[in-house]
């Protein structure tokens, strides 16, 4: 089965730019999507197919692939950002969830 | 703007049947570009995809939990529903419906949580 690795968490100092990475086999040739979730609260879409911004979404939430990898980037942090993260593929007919990144604005 | 809610009991003895409803607010399930699913989530850990419907009722399964999940879809109410049989606490979670399309999970209800106990 397809797996997608993330790191358990990232830190980033308030104002700086953070990256969270999500890695599987060839992951450049699928469409990755990335959720935002805060505690006690659903997943939020924040990043679609690779790089596409929801509109809710500001415009420091980016999103980029290579090969095996792929990245969200969250320019200028804030403390509002600090929340779990999952990037999400499709293996065929099933979805995969990566485990999940916490990331915390110091 | 579509709103999901998900219903059902918060509370399952092992070895029953889960069942769950997610109903469909401010859009139909009918849209073929779209696709319902269920997530869930234990307590301090990662989000796991269940499986997902149709409007025309094809279904797809977490290869894991296949052999106890049935999810389906009523366009008449504009619900889908999930069924998992024989319940262990290992699926004591809050459980997720949300839509999907080609802009990936776009929509997610509040969640439920369902504590498997006896």
């Known amino acids: 089965s397809y797996e997608l690795t993330q790191p358990l968490s990232v830190s980033v100092a308030l104002g700086q730019t953070a990256t969270i990475t999500c890695g599987g086999t060839?992951?450049?040739?699928?469409?990755v999507h990335w959720y935002q979730q805060k505690p006690g609260q659903a997943p939020v879409l924040v990043i679609y197919r690779d790089t596409t911004r929801p509109s809710a979404i500001p415009e420091r939430f980016s999103g980029s692939t290579s090969r095996n990898t792929a990245t969200l980037t969250i320019a200028r942090a804030q403390a509002g950002d600090e929340a779990d993260y999952y990037c999400q593929v499709w293996d065929i007919s099933t979805a995969v969830f990566g485990g999940g990144t916490k990331l915390t604005v110091l | 703007q579509v709103q999901l809610q998900e219903s059902g009991p918060g509370l399952v003895k092992p070895s029953q049947t889960l069942s769950l409803t997610c109903t469909v607010s401010g859009g139909s399930i009918s849209t073929v570009s779209n696709y319902w699913s269920w997530i869930r989530q234990p307590a301090g850990k990662g989000l796991e995809w269940i499986g997902r419907v149709y409007s025309n009722g094809d279904t797809n399964y977490n290869p894991s939990l296949e052999s106890r999940v049935t999810i389906s879809a009523d366009t008449s109410k504009n619900q889908f529903s999930l069924k998992l049989s024989s319940v262990s606490a290992a699926d004591t979670a809050v459980y997720y419906c949300?839509?999907?399309?080609?802009?990936?999970?776009?929509?997610w209800g509040q969640g439920t949580l369902v504590t498997v106990s006896s």
């Open positions: 949300a839509r999907g399309g080609g802009r990936g999970l776009d929509s």
């Open positions: 060839n992951i450049g040739n699928k469409n």
